[in-house]
């Protein structure tokens, strides 16, 4: 298919956008955006300017640039159209396909992990949820994916500091939930190692948006036996498809 011909001053405009989505903590001299973009400064110091007058960029008192508030207006009315599921389900699809064990979708509610889309296994023997299923925050790996970010007084308000054990392996206390929590921050990983049913493990990663909010968690499931001996490669996929799911919602990495 022949590609259209790009209208050159859009396409430099948007180019400078990208530039700065990539070094959010960065502000642009009209020099840097000039030589980014192989052009003179007068150029980029239109360009800039224009994108200035519809706050798309804002400028210091010394005349640096950095990405301007129409984008949050943008992020607004992209968050308000935006229908989790539906934008989530190729991910889940990816790791059934690559696994053959069901995968899901959750978002929080109150101490618990509600799946809201799913995508069951092609194995014989799978473990499968159901639509507005909800389990426990505290023992699985969505939970713990969906909580990573919390604070340890919202964890204990939300929760309590001792909780209910499912399984031998369940943690009982806010203190071990905690620093199991900071791991899966760190990591980007959380796992349900037959914490709420044995037989059954877990393996889930949480999901960022644009101002790096915890928005969902997607993960798989399946028989204890068939997912800890491929826990390596099970945990390389849930942590790479976490990760492309959240920049693509527009989560920047640190």
Do not use: W
């Not at 003179?40 to 239109?46: I, L, N, P, V």
């Amino acid at each position: 298919m022949k590609k259209t011909k790009l209208i050159q001053s859009l396409d430099r405009g948007l180019q400078i956008l990208d530039m700065m989505q990539t070094n959010p903590h960065k502000k642009f001299t009209v020099k840097e955006v000039g030589e980014f973009l192989d052009i003179d400064t007068s150029s980029a110091f239109r360009l800039l300017n224009t994108l200035e007058q519809r706050a798309y960029v804002s400028r210091t008192p010394d005349n640096n640039f950095y990405l301007g508030s129409t984008i949050y207006s943008l992020y607004g009315a992209l968050a308000k159209q935006l229908n989790l599921p539906s934008f989530m389900h190729k991910y889940l699809e990816e790791i059934t396909s690559k696994t053959g064990e069901t995968s899901h979708l959750a978002v929080c509610s109150k101490d618990r992990a509600v799946f809201i889309d799913r995508v069951v296994g092609t194995e014989v023997i799978s473990v499968n949820t159901d639509i507005g299923q909800s389990e426990p925050l505290y023992c699985t790996s969505v939970g713990k994916a969906l909580m990573c970010k919390m604070t340890s007084s919202q964890i204990e308000k939300l929760l309590g500091k001792k909780f209910k054990g499912f399984t031998p392996t369940t943690y009982t206390s806010s203190t071990e939930l905690i620093k199991n929590l900071q791991k899966v921050k760190n990591e980007g990983l959380a796992f349900d190692m037959e914490e709420y049913q044995q037989g059954v493990m877990c393996a889930a990663a949480p999901i960022y948006d644009c101002s790096r909010q915890v928005v969902c968690a997607l993960g798989l499931s399946g028989p204890a036996d068939r997912i800890s001996k491929n826990l390596e490669t099970i945990s390389s996929l849930i942590q790479e498809t976490g990760r492309k799911a959240s920049i693509a919602l527009g989560y920047i990495p640190e």
